[in-house]
């Protein structure tokens, strides 16, 4: 390939219809060539991400979907900083003693609020008391600081911590009293992420859904490889059930979906289906057309995950079965009763007694 690479440099300036000829003929040989090896690496990953999802390690198929989505950045470094006398120090030891210094003057100059609005530890219950703060979550803390958010309350900005760097915050001895105390507060929302889920405070997951939605449609925008002609449609497939599903279906085996979600989720998939295909609205193409081409089965992927994880957790004894199988005291407030997680396996499956049946056999 760079022997084809060379030759095409050669003849893309020679302005003859023989040099323009032998130029298009190895620029086409080598997009072919380009276009199979990108063929085969993404059928190479798409086997890994299918083994791993029999195997049933979700954990790894997430992690190597997020190592295949992300986009590489390069965040600017400051690597030079001015002395006392604007003098420029551009070595790391001189940049660290400036920062030293630094910091030692402004907490030496008394420049600080007399009162920080914080809460004194002995007034808090001993039950609401954080555990001390080490050093390394400090570090770990500067590390993940966001660029071009306002100081706080020493009015140094973030960018001045991360250029200090971790030996330079080593070097300093008196650390803050203040970083090394954690106060509990609970925060009550309607809403929160829990291990990359959204928990609602009413129980259901439309909320949970529309965020997965959103960002499988992200993840489809940002695979330029799914839009081009090289590809063939049963390897687009491929890439669009291993990568695209598996963010859009983080969490769904404990999904108890209605039919507004069930209609949602169809039009998210019906979507990527015709962004695949190039099938816009004004070609009046309808979805049985798109249907017949490639076969529907977001849906009962979803049903098949929720029995899988039925089946496991009713093999174990533990709280989450419980919680499966126990009722709430009290009475049911009026209206319809609401969709569970096991409405959609006993619907198919019939009753509770044959799906645990099943699910003890590993029959689901």
Known sequence: MLDKMEKRRKWKNVNTVQGRMMYRKLNNELRRETDKARSSWWEFHCNELEDLERMGRSDLVYAKVNELSKEKREGKKQDSVLSKDGILLTEANDINSRWKEYIEDLYASGERPDELPLELEEEVDEDDRGPDILKEEILQAIDHLTDGKSEGADGVPAEMWKVLGAEGLKALVDWPEDWMKVILRVLTNRQFSYLGSILTQDGYCDVEIKSRIARAKDTFSKRKELLTKSFSLP?????????????????????????????????????????????????????????????????????????????????????????????????????????????DVKRVEGSYERVKRRGEGRML
């Open 235 to 343: 390897l687009k497939k491929r890439i669009i059930k291993t990568v695209i599903w598996s963010t859009l279906l983080y969490g769904a085996e404990t999904w108890a979906m209605r039919k507004e979600e069930i209609s949602r989720i169809e039009s998210c998939e019906m979507w990527l289906w015709r962004k695949t295909m190039k099938i816009l609205w004004s070609d009046k193409v309808s979805n049985e057309v798109v249907l017949r081409r490639i076969e529907r089965s977001l849906v009962d992927t979803i049903r098949r995950r929720q029995k899988a994880w039925l089946g496991h957790t009713l093999r174990h004894r533990e709280l989450l079965v419980l919680m499966l199988e126990g009722r709430v005291e009290g009475k049911r407030p009026p209206g319809r009763r609401r969709c569970g997680i096991l409405d």
